[in-house]
């Protein structure tokens, strides 16, 4: 019984978690304070829980938007920039066959910004140039995982990641400054993506040993606390069109 239960657990941990070395090392010798091994542990549980987590990241903000059917307080080119700079991510890692774990939020959340994309141009009359761009992006990201694409491309994109992320978060808190609140901004949206971007900053060294994908998640923790700091300051603050149906 003992037996199958260890081999259960065997399954579970390795090679998921763990690679079977240091599966021996913790739980057969039972060197648990092995720095190594903890770390490729501490590396892909946390890895793996921000890329489960990634399913419902963005999920607040679409829900707020079709609620309120308004993107009032999003800046359209903030989104857009967040997009480039997601997908040059997911390329890059594809084309570098980096570990699912350890860059597969940003597939998820590319698909859940693309939604935010369409929706901010529905929600503003333009629906068929929401529908134009989502076919464009489908062909260009087709383009861009092809093995016909250059790898000196790809890394060029992946390297306009922190002037993209950089710009993008900027025009968003530009815009918040100027409303003088968050609009229909998702404060748990924000959040989250403050926190798994931090999280990443760990995970990119231990996994990929790659600085650039680690420096972009250092720039990207940076301007996502920006934009939770804002969110914070302008808690209670309502847009004037709520204002005025109050008084």
Request: hydrophobic share 50%; net charge positive.
């Amino acid at each position: 019984m003992a037996a199958e239960a260890d081999g259960l657990f065997r399954r579970v941990l390795v090679p998921i978690l763990l690679p079977e070395t240091c599966y021996d090392q913790l739980f057969v010798q039972w060197d648990l304070l092995h720095v190594p091994c903890l770390k490729i542990l501490l590396s892909k549980g946390l890895g793996l829980g921000i890329v489960a987590g990634s399913l419902l990241v963005k999920l607040p903000q679409i829900l707020k938007i079709l609620g309120a059917k308004s993107a009032e307080g999003l800046s359209l080119q903030s989104v857009m920039l967040e997009l480039v700079a997601l997908t040059g991510t997911v390329v890059y890692s594809i084309t570098n066959n980096f570990p699912f774990s350890s860059w597969g939020e940003a597939l998820f959340l590319t698909l859940q910004t693309v939604t935010i994309c369409f929706l901010v141009m529905h929600y503003r009359g333009e629906t068929v140039k929401g529908v134009a761009f989502l076919a464009c992006y489908a062909m260009l990201l087709l383009a861009l995982l092809s093995p016909l694409t250059p790898l000196a491309l790809v890394t060029l994109l992946q390297a306009s990641n922190v002037p993209a992320v950089v710009a993008g978060k900027l025009l968003q808190a530009a815009t918040n400054y100027r409303n003088r609140h968050t609009g229909q901004l998702s404060a748990i949206t924000v959040f989250m993506l403050f926190g798994g971007a931090l999280a990443r900053i760990f995970t990119s060294v231990q996994e990929t040993g790659d600085p650039l994908m680690a420096g972009i998640f250092v720039v990207s923790s940076l301007c996502n606390g920006l934009i939770a700091a804002q969110v914070l300051f302008y808690w209670n603050a309502k847009p004037p069109h709520k204002q005025k149906k109050e008084q």
